[in-house]
């Protein structure tokens, strides 16, 4: 039976798809990159398994060509002997000749998140002071507090992990009004125009229940955009819940929307 598909936005950005999944699979090894951890290419597809339960533990498409139907059934083993459900990630240009397969397989789509591109030729100003810090538990306890009771075991996972860059909202002195992470990938040639570049990726995004709507995600997205200007990025994605309040502030920071992020299961 065909897997259901939201449809794909229609938009210039699509051509920048490719490269975003192959740095956010190139990125993606970095959860498994640890005593205990594991990673594993199966074709297109990069495996993790960081820990038991661990809400990382998926793969990644490459954004290439599909998988063989024994490149999957060896994506099933390898889960099945670290004892995580398949999950699989994948961008909405890939999905057409991924589908068939994924269906065959038992696979259900569920979740859904919007991808968006940003080229940071044109940043937004920035409304609040943002500092970059090192304090892996005090950002994880600022973006705990915005995701809610459960967060902390991943935040403090993300905090972690190497390549992440960790930024607070407020001043120097302050509590934190909200947290950020972004962390950046170079990546090789990817389809359809076999660039080859850096990309960024916006992550672990929230602000203090507190204190929202005072402008901390904006100040967030600004200060990171910067950032990944400066570390010589040229492409910068971040993956958000349709029509949420962090949907539209980055709509105003000059995001464009370019496809979907789709996350299946079997």
């Known amino acids: 039976m065909p897997l259901p598909l939201p449809p794909v936005p229609s938009t210039s950005g699509l051509s920048g798809l490719p490269r975003l999944a192959q740095a956010e699979a190139a990125a993606h090894t970095r959860y498994g990159q640890h005593p205990g951890g594991s990673v594993e290419l199966f074709g297109p597809l990069v495996a993790v398994h960081d820990a038991p339960d661990s809400p990382l533990n998926s793969a990644w498409h490459d954004g290439t060509r599909p998988p063989t139907p024994q490149e999957l059934t060896d994506f099933g083993t390898y889960c099945a002997a670290h004892g995580q459900r398949p999950t699989l990630h994948l961008l909405s240009h890939a999905a057409p000749t991924l589908l068939p397969l994924l269906g065959e397989r038992g696979y259900t789509l569920t979740s859904v998140l919007h991808a968006y591109l940003h080229d940071l030729l044109a940043r937004p100003a920035q409304p ?8 892996a538990p005090a950002w ?72 929202r709507g005072q402008g901390a995600q904006t100040a967030l997205l600004a200060a990171r955009l910067n950032a990944a200007a400066q570390a010589g990025a040229d492409l910068t994605g971040v993956f958000v819940t349709p029509g949420t309040p962090s949907e539209r502030n980055v709509v105003r920071a000059g995001f464009r929307l370019a496809g979907l992020r789709l996350t299946f299961s079997a």
């Open 128 to 135: 609040l002071p943002v500092q970059e810090t090192t304090d």
């Open 140 to 211: 994880a306890a600022v973006c705990a507090a915005g995701f809610g009771p459960g967060s902390e075991a991943i935040m403090r996972r993300v905090a972690q992990t190497p390549g992440t860059r960790l930024f607070l909202a407020g001043p120097p002195d302050g509590p934190g009004l909200g947290a950020a992470a972004l962390s950046v990938t170079t990546f090789g040639a990817a389809p359809p125009d076999g660039r080859a570049g850096v990309a960024a990726a916006l992550h672990g995004t929230s602000t203090r229940p507190e204190h």
